[in-house]
């Protein structure tokens, strides 16, 4: 087996660790890093020697897709542990187990316990590894996100086998850029267990006008690339399906009640480019390894571990893919950084929770409010542009602009150059004539997206064609509008109805 320089360094500090009596280590490989390759290099050491393993997942899908990839390095001898598997075979040395089967079953006998996504924290796992009879077993996790709060009172040691950020500068993992819309309103949303409260949250984020940017957005700045979008729950993303839907495009839903067969023939029409978009609650965060090249964070979190792992589900490389396009309808890439900057190096055991706090507040990107530029910490004249704020609380944002968050320069559409507003212009005039409107409707439509009129002086002669990006735009325009026409209608019937009866 052909392990990368990283892969094989992590493996090296893994014996270290074990050498060094810690029992409990835990692995950080980033998604895409190739952990269960690790984790395959690591049973095969393991059967070299003679010895039982046990490989411990949270989630059923994981199982056969676990299974695969061992058989793709190499390891044939598995059984699984998983209600009535096909594979279910106790015989063999290599247990792939359902951390929740293995709750309500005898626990086969093994020299060695690796446990994947060890940031989903169990109570039967902390009570496992504490049986008298497994004290001297080593249980080795594994995961992309080690941040779990009190995970060091369950593990032992942590061993970053590389971050991120390397994985894109060796072009292992692919770039990314995000684009984000002006800040929305979470201010009445509570807080539970250090996350936004659901039911407060989808009733922050499910309104009409949020829903209906996500999809103007996407058919401004998507480029038709294949992307998955997170929701806040499942009422949430059907309604961001169907708004796909009334847009011409192919978009599908899942949950965690969709059955896996139907889960299947979804991701494969997604491979194969007849599925454009899924709309997912919590279903994608893992265990996802389609060709994605657009996020869409309609779901904010404070969790920095949700948050990697949708953002880790664009990452992987993929043939004529650049980098990844995240659109972050959720704000979440301005309250947490970006998925670069989250690093930790111990973990948590539940103790230092202020120190965390304060640490994680003095890493934000802060936004110059002159040219939306993500200047560092502490530094207070804005890089980009110069401007140094002066403290005040009324500072004004445009609902639904986007703006690019990067550590380059941010570029709002007011801030287009000439060349692309006055094009943009002829081409509004250009659709208007071929409608037999007057030239106004491309004004007002104009001030729509762009939020201020044309440049003086603008050129009024139309366009010989228009873009796909300004037709998609104008066709979805076109159906919000449609939309509001025909709610209103509704009500004045309803109302009509209600005073006739009253009559």
């Keep these: 087996m052909n392990l990368r320089d990283y892969q094989q360094s992590a493996i090296d500090m893994l014996r270290d660790s074990l050498r060094r009596g810690k029992k409990r280590p835990v692995v950080m490989a980033p998604t895409g890093a190739g952990k269960t390759v690790i984790a395959a290099a690591i049973i095969n050491m393991a059967r070299q020697k003679g010895k039982k393993v046990i490989f411990c997942v949270p989630m059923l899908s994981l199982i056969d897709q676990t299974v695969e990839r061992f058989y793709a390095n190499g390891i044939y001898d598995v059984g699984v542990i998983q209600g009535m598997h096909e594979l279910t075979d106790w015989r063999m040395p290599v247990q792939v187990c359902s951390i929740q089967t293995l709750m309500r079953r005898k626990i086969p006998e093994a020299d060695l316990v690796i446990v994947d996504e060890a940031h989903v924290m169990y109570r039967f796992l902390g009570e496992w590894i504490d049986y008298a009879e497994w004290k001297d077993v080593p249980f ?18 942590l061993i970053i086998a590389v971050t991120t950020q390397e994985l894109i500068d060796r072009g292992h993992l692919s770039d990314f850029k995000v684009f984000a819309p002006a800040h929305p309103d979470l201010k009445n949303v509570k807080t539970v267990a250090g996350d936004y409260e659901l039911k407060g949250l989808a009733d922050a984020m499910d309104q009409g006008q949020l829903v209906a940017d996500i999809v103007s957005t996407w058919l401004e700045r998507g480029e038709n690339r294949q992307t998955i979008c997170f929701a806040v729950n499942r009422t949430h993303a059907k309604h961001i399906q169907q708004q796909f839907i009334d847009a011409g495009i192919v978009a599908e839903y899942m949950d965690a ?9 979804i991701v494969k029409r997604f491979d194969d480019g007849d599925v454009k978009v899924i709309c997912n609650v919590g279903v994608l965060t893992t265990g996802f390894d389609a060709d994605v090249r657009c996020i869409i964070l309609a779901r904010p979190t404070k969790s920095e571990i949700l948050y990697t792992q949708m953002i880790g589900r664009g990452l992987r490389t993929a043939v004529g893919k650049d980098h990844c396009l995240i659109l972050d309808h959720s704000d979440t890439t301005v309250r947490l950084g970006f998925v670069t900057d989250i690093h930790h190096t111990e973990l948590d055991d539940g103790s230092r929770k202020e120190k965390k706090e304060q640490k994680a507040k003095e890493k934000l990107p802060k936004e110059c ?26 500072i004004e944002t445009a609902e639904g602009e986007l703006y690019e968050l990067s550590r380059d320069k941010a570029v709002k559409q007011k801030d287009w150059p000439r060349e692309r507003k006055e094009q943009f212009y002829r081409e509004l005039i250009a659709y208007a004539r071929s409608k037999g409107w007057k030239d106004g409707w491309a004004y007002h439509a104009y001030i729509d997206r762009i939020k201020v009129g044309p440049p003086p002086g603008c050129s009024k002669a139309p366009a010989e064609a228009i873009s796909p990006e300004t037709m998609a735009w104008i066709k979805h325009q076109n159906i919000v509008k449609a939309k509001r026409r025909e709610n209103a ?15």
């Design 140 to 157: 080795v996790g594994l995961t992309a996100t080690p941040w779990q709060r009190g995970m060091g009172k369950v593990w032992d040691d």
């Design 257 to 265: 009640h969709t059955d896996r067969m139907a889960r299947n023939e």
């Design 369 to 394: 409010p002159k040219c939306a530029f993500l200047r560092p910490p502490k530094v207070r004249e804005c890089p980009a542009c110069g401007f140094v704020p002066e403290p005040r609380s009324d």
């Design 489 to 503: 209608e509704r009500k004045r019937n309803s109302q009509g109805k209600v005073a006739g009866t009253a009559a």
